[in-house]
């Protein structure tokens, strides 16, 4: 009988890929908070791991503008930015359209079921104003589209925008409502009607509708 194809097994993380993707989600979720001193002895301690991963990391972490390095001095978590937001989010929502048009030809009925299925747990997770199920259930719908692109850069590109916005995010929705995820379902509607321009510009307005909200309420 055909015998199934095993799933590549996960390369194993290096120390400094460990450190680096742990510590960016302590920055991402707010466990490590804007201007807090960062000590490279302390979490190579955490991690069991040589100092030298860990400034590597904290480098990596520095070329994404999640840390700011001091020469000689301290590294300290960035701060937080509004006005650095607006562009970020605009650049996003235009990377995330130029997704969803790589993937157009590749959106069929099963993706199309799948993406309703995403957003149907979305829309329960937002209503119980559950940040975090919302957070994984919208990167759920999306990397739908990223996958179905299958531009590597591009993914990259968004996922470290993200980053800066997801931290910005996590602070303004313990306060307010969460997005809605109304435009999630003008995108799939649209994409139903093969009507790709009125999808992107549904995954625009996905995007700028946050920014518009946290903006409004500054």
Do not use: C
């Amino acid at each position: 009988m055909p015998v199934p194809a095993k799933k590549p097994k996960e390369k194993p993380k290096t120390a400094k890929e460990l450190v680096y993707s742990e510590v960016r989600e302590w920055i991402v979720n707010g466990v490590l908070k804007p201007d807090e001193k960062i000590s490279d002895q302390e979490i190579s301690q955490y991690f069991s791991v040589s100092r030298t991963p860990v400034r590597e990391a904290i480098q990596m972490l520095a070329d994404q503008r999640l840390v700011t390095i001091s020469p000689g001095k301290e590294t300290r978590v960035s701060p937080l930015d509004i006005r650095e937001a607006d562009f970020d989010y605009r650049i996003a929502a235009e990377l995330h359209a130029l997704a969803l048009e790589f993937a157009y030809p590749s959106v069929t009925e099963d993706v199309l079921d799948e993406l309703k299925k995403i957003n149907q747990s979305f829309a329960i997770v937002i209503k119980d104003h559950d940040i975090e199920g919302a957070t994984r259930f919208d990167d759920q719908f999306h990397a739908v589209f990223l996958r179905l692109a299958g531009a590597h850069f591009l993914t990259e590109f968004t996922h470290i925008l993200k980053g800066h916005l997801q931290r910005i995010e996590n602070v303004y929705y313990r306060e307010h409502d969460i997005a809605s995820y109304d435009s999630h379902e003008k995108m799939i509607e649209a994409l139903e009607r093969h009507d790709l321009e009125q999808a992107k510009e549904a995954m625009r307005e996905n995007w700028l509708y946050t920014l518009r909200k946290i903006k409004k309420d500054s």
